[in-house]
């Protein structure tokens, strides 16, 4: 089993739609902390975010970096903080970033202590990246992410201010223009990828069911299995596309067992780089919702992948920890979140999607919408 070096912990965000020229304008540091929900898409609390710059004059935001905070133990940061940094410093210097600002959000019991842990921090990081070619612009520290907060920068000299409303910035009006929700918590966009179990019993017993009366064959019925299983998928792809959708236990367990097939997962990964991406991940977000585990883990691993592709680095480890915990040995599930772990472009994993639509060439599967130019 692959396993994250920092699972649960560590986000990785690189979304498109958060790296348009009103993102380039951002420098004032209450500003730039105040954008930071609409990058994650969620609020952080107890955090520490690394926002890279990229370009010859450090001016464009790049990745976008979350891990869980620690405080710190007799003076020096904790084991988790220490790890964190140098995945920090490690991403930035593999992207090629000029220059990257870390912020500290956390409610200490004093003003006096997030900074003096804020200091030691940035003391530490500034040595990490002391081995590479990025420089640490600024270190900002903050309680909470909402308007009227007093941040600090503890760069060289004590510097303050109070942030402005995070949902009135202009990274957050791009966010929500393209149709991004930005929840209020972590845990509350963990609650949304897991939802509520309502049929899982039922739907369990008809996957045994299902798999019990499925024919197993090889050859040019192998592959005519996969295209009924790949027509059946993008059925209900259109559906959800027609608009008020929700499968019932029955084509819940049929599209499981349907995605369980290698081949068939294989090509609707490709799917993510289609005109049909978006109501793709809704369909496996509602199959992880209804499916239990360790079935789930199918859907899941999908939803993950989809996400990772167009760049919402948050939602895809949280949905890749939710198959995780469905099934410890999902293989897909696994190395993609050491991939997000590891800081991997979604570009790397966009040529996963590439590959399963030639996949499906290969396979003679018909019906499969074509791939849009990069970068749509």
């Keep these: 089993m692959t396993t994250s070096p920092l699972p649960g912990e560590f986000e990785f965000s690189d979304d498109d739609?958060?790296?348009?020229?009103?993102?380039?304008?951002?420098?004032?540091?209450?500003?730039?902390?105040?954008?930071?929900?609409?990058l994650l898409g969620f609020h952080p609390s107890n955090s520490v975010v690394a926002l890279s710059l990229m370009g010859a004059s450090a001016s464009t935001l790049g990745p976008v970096m979350r891990h869980d905070y620690f405080p710190s133990v007799k003076g020096k940061p904790?084991?988790?903080?220490?790890?964190?940094?140098?995945?920090?410093?490690?991403?930035?210097?593999?992207?090629?970033?000029?220059?990257?600002?870390?912020?500290?959000?956390t409610d200490c019991s004093t003003a006096e202590t997030l900074i003096d842990e804020t200091i030691e921090l940035a003391e530490v990081f500034e040595d990490m990246l002391g081995g590479t070619c990025v420089d640490l612009a600024d270190v900002l520290c903050t309680a909470a992410i909402e308007s009227g907060?007093?941040?600090?920068?503890?760069?060289?000299?004590?510097?303050?201010?109070?942030?402005?409303?995070?949902?009135?910035?202009?990274?957050?009006?791009?966010?929500?223009?393209?149709?991004?929700?930005?929840?209020?918590?972590?845990?509350?966009?963990v609650r949304w990828v897991h939802g509520a179990a309502r049929n899982h019993d039922a739907i369990?017993?008809?996957?045994?069911?299902?798999?019990?009366?499925?024919?197993?064959?090889?050859?040019?019925?192998?592959?005519a299995a996969v295209q009924r299983r790949v027509d059946l998928v993008l059925e209900h792809v259109r559906r959800v596309e027609a608009g008020t959708y929700y499968p019932d236990p029955q084509e819940c367990a049929d599209l499981v067992v349907a995605l369980t097939d290698v081949h068939v997962r294989?090509?609707?990964?490709?799917?993510?780089?289609?005109?049909?991406?978006?109501?793709?991940?809704?369909?496996?977000?509602?199959?992880?919702?209804?499916?239990p585990s360790p079935e789930r883990a199918w859907p899941a691993t999908l939803l993950g992948f989809f996400a990772y592709v167009r760049g919402d680095g948050p939602l895809a480890g949280v949905a890749l920890?939710?198959?995780?915990?469905?099934?410890?040995?999902?293989?897909?599930?696994?190395?993609?979140?050491?991939?997000?772990?590891s800081g991997v472009h979604p570009d790397g994993i966009r040529d996963l999607a590439a590959?399963?639509?030639?996949?499906?060439?290969?396979?003679?599967?018909?019906?499969l919408p074509p791939a849009l130019p990069s970068g749509s």
């Design 78 to 105: 904790a084991r988790q903080m220490s790890a964190a940094l140098r995945q920090f410093a490690a991403v930035c210097d593999g992207e090629g970033a000029r220059a990257v600002v870390l912020v500290v959000i």
């Design 355 to 367: 590959v399963g639509l030639s996949i499906g060439e290969s396979l003679g599967i018909a019906g």
């Design 266 to 291: 294989d090509v609707v990964l490709g799917l993510a780089i289609t005109s049909v991406a978006a109501h793709a991940e809704q369909l496996w977000l509602v199959l992880t919702h209804e499916v």
């Design 17 to 38: 739609l958060a790296l348009f020229g009103r993102v380039e304008r951002v420098s004032d540091p209450g500003e730039l902390i105040a954008a930071i929900p609409a």
């Design 149 to 189: 907060q007093p941040w600090t920068s503890v760069t060289r000299s004590i510097h303050r201010g109070t942030l402005p409303d995070p949902a009135s910035s202009s990274v957050a009006a791009a966010q929500v223009l393209g149709g991004r929700v930005i929840r209020r918590s972590r845990e509350e966009l």
């Design 321 to 341: 920890s939710a198959a995780l915990s469905a099934d410890s040995e999902h293989t897909l599930a696994g190395l993609l979140d050491l991939s997000l772990q």
């Design 204 to 223: 369990a017993r008809l996957i045994a069911s299902r798999r019990e009366s499925s024919e197993c064959s090889g050859g040019s019925g192998r592959d």
